[in-house]
C-alpha cells in the first residue's frame, strides 16, 4: 500500500480572528483517516506532485468571502502539477470540518483553460471501488488510482458534486486560481458557462502521481511569503513555482509542493495551525519526501505587534525550528534553510508590521540560520532579495507594495537563491 490506513489524532489549535485579537485559544482534536492507492510492483513509485495545506475556513484572516456552504453544486478546481505519471490519486480533506463530508461524484482532467477541460482526458474518481464517499469530521481520504497521462507542469481540473448542503470547513484561503462552481452535477461537462468564480482550494489537499522514474520531493514550509501572496493570480508564480520550472528545465526529476499557510508561524496557532503543530502532517506526511525547504519566523516576529501577549523571543523560535529540523533528519529527510527577508517598512494591509526591535530578532534569526551545522544547506533569501541602497530593506524591484511580499520578479529571485544541486536525484 502507498499510504498505510491509519488514524491521526492532531494536536493543533485553531484561532479565529476574534480569539487572535483577544489572545484566546480554541482547541481542535480529531481523527485524520488516510485510505490508499495501491503500488501495483516493486518498479514504480508514488509521488506528490500538488499540495495545498488544509486551513480551517473559520479562521483564515482575512477569511474568504461568502456563502459558506456549497449546496447542489459541482465545484471545478484548477491545479498545477510539478512533476508527472501515469497515474494520479487525490487527498480529499475533512479535517477541520465538524460534520461528514459526503462527496457525491468526482472527477479528474486535463484542464483546457478556465473552467474547460480536455474530454478525452476525462476521468472518473473512485474512492474503495465506490463512486462516493463520506469523510468523517476530522479525516481526509486519498480516492484510488485512476489512469491518466499527466506531464510535468500541466495543469489538472478536480471536479467536485456535492448534492445536499455542505459547510464550508476545509479550505486553502490564498489560492491565488480561478476555480468554477455551478448549480447540479457537471461534473464531466467540457466548459462550465456562467459558472461562479472562487480563488481558494476547497476540500482537496493533495495530488500524487505515480511514475517509474526516481524522483525526490521537496517540501516548501513557510508563510504567506511562500504561498505566494504578492503575485499575479492564475499564472503561478509563485516561489515554489519557479523553483518547480528550474528543475524542470535543467533536466531533474524534483517534485516541488507548496506547503505555505499565510500568517503562519512557527510556535502560535493563528491564521492556521503552526509550523510545530502542522509539520508531521505537511511535511513528513507528504509522499516520497526527501527535502524540506523551511522559511518561517517573520510573523512569529511581526504579529506580536497585534498580540504582544504572543511575544516570542528569538531562543524559543530558534528551538521550535531545531525541534522540527531534528524531526526530520531523523526520517531521514534533508533540510535547507532559509533566512527571513529584508522587510523594512513592512505594513501588510496598512498595518503596522516592521519595527526596530523587530528588525533586531530577525537578524539574530538569521545569523543562527547562517550558523547552523545541523541542516544540509542555507538560502540566504535575505541577501538575494536586499536592496543593496537599503539593505534591511527589500529591493524596491522585488516589492509587490507592501514592503513585505515579494511580487513575481521578487519570487522568481527567491527560486534562483536555490542551489539546485542540493535538490538533485543522486544516481
Avoid at 49 to 65: K, M, R
Avoid at 317 to 343: C, N, Y
Avoid at 349 to 359: D, H, I, K, N, R
Wanted: charged content about 20%; proline content about 5%; glycine content about 10%.
Amino acid at each position: 500500500m502507498k499510504h498505510a490506513l491509519r488514524d491521526r489524532r492532531p494536536t493543533w489549535f485553531a484561532i479565529t480572528r476574534r480569539n487572535l485579537l483577544r489572545g484566546a485559544l480554541a482547541t481542535t482534536l480529531a481523527a485524520s483517516v488516510l485510505t490508499a492507492c495501491d503500488e501495483d510492483d516493486k518498479v514504480t513509485h508514488w509521488y506528490g506532485s500538488w499540495s495545498a495545506a488544509p486551513q480551517d475556513y473559520n479562521e483564515p484572516f482575512p477569511a474568504p468571502p461568502p456563502p459558506s456552504f456549497f449546496d447542489n453544486q459541482t465545484i471545478r478546481q484548477v491545479l498545477r502539477t510539478s512533476i508527472g505519471g501515469d497515474q494520479v490519486c487525490v487527498r480529499f480533506s475533512n479535517l477541520f470540518g465538524t460534520s461528514p463530508l459526503k462527496i457525491d461524484g468526482a472527477r479528474i482532467a486535463l484542464s483546457a483553460g478556465g473552467s474547460s477541460i480536455k474530454p478525452a482526458s476525462d476521468t472518473e474518481l473512485r474512492f474503495n471501488g465506490n463512486t462516493s464517499a463520506t469523510i468523517p469530521a476530522g479525516g481526509e481520504l486519498w480516492s484510488d488510482a485512476a489512469k491518466l497521462e499527466v506531464g510535468a507542469g500541466e495543469d489538472l481540473a478536480v471536479s467536485l458534486f456535492l448534492a445536499t448542503e455542505t459547510a464550508l470547513s476545509t479550505v486553502h484561503a490564498l489560492g491565488l486560481q480561478t476555480h468554477y462552481v455551478v448549480a447540479g452535477n457537471a461534473l464531466s461537462t467540457e466548459t462550465l458557462s456562467g459558472a461562479e468564480t472562487r480563488n481558494s482550494y476547497y476540500f482537496i489537499s493533495g495530488v500524487d502521481v505515480r511514475s517509474s522514474a526516481k524522483a525526490n520531493v521537496v517540501v516548501a514550509f513557510g508563510d504567506s511569503i511562500t504561498d505566494g501572496a504578492g503575485t499575479t493570480p492564475d499564472t503561478h508564480r509563485r516561489w515554489p513555482n519557479y523553483l518547480s520550472r528550474r528543475l524542470q528545465s535543467d533536466g531533474s526529476a524534483v517534485s516541488v509542493l507548496n506547503a505555505g499557510i499565510g500568517g503562519g508561524r512557527i510556535l502560535t496557532d493563528a491564521i492556521g495551525p503552526s509550523g510545530v503543530n502542522r509539520f508531521e502532517r505537511d511535511v513528513l506526511g507528504q509522499t516520497g519526501v526527501t527535502h524540506v525547504i523551511f522559511l518561517l519566523g517573520i510573523n512569529d516576529i511581526g504579529l506580536s505587534a497585534f498580540v504582544p501577549e504572543q511575544e516570542v523571543s528569538v531562543e524559543q523560535m530558534t528551538a521550535g525550528t531545531q525541534s522540527l529540523i531534528d524531526k526530520a533528519k531523523a526520517k531521514g529527510i534533508k533540510v535547507l534553510l532559509g533566512t527571513l527577508l529584508p522587510w523594512k517598512g513592512a505594513n501588510p494591509g496598512g498595518a503596522p508590521y516592521y519595527s526596530e526591535a523587530g528588525e533586531a530578532k530577525r537578524q539574530s534569526f538569521n545569523a543562527w540560520i547562517r550558523a547552523n551545522k545541523t541542516v544540509d544547506g542555507v538560502i540566504d533569501f535575505d541577501q538575494a532579495l536586499r536592496d543593496p541602497a537599503d539593505p534591511l530593506a527589500l529591493l524596491p524591484a522585488y516589492d509587490s507594495g507592501d514592503l513585505l511580499h515579494p511580487n513575481d520578479k521578487g519570487a522568481e529571485a527567491m527560486a534562483n537563491a536555490v542551489d539546485i544541486r542540493l535538490l538533485a536525484v543522486q544516481p
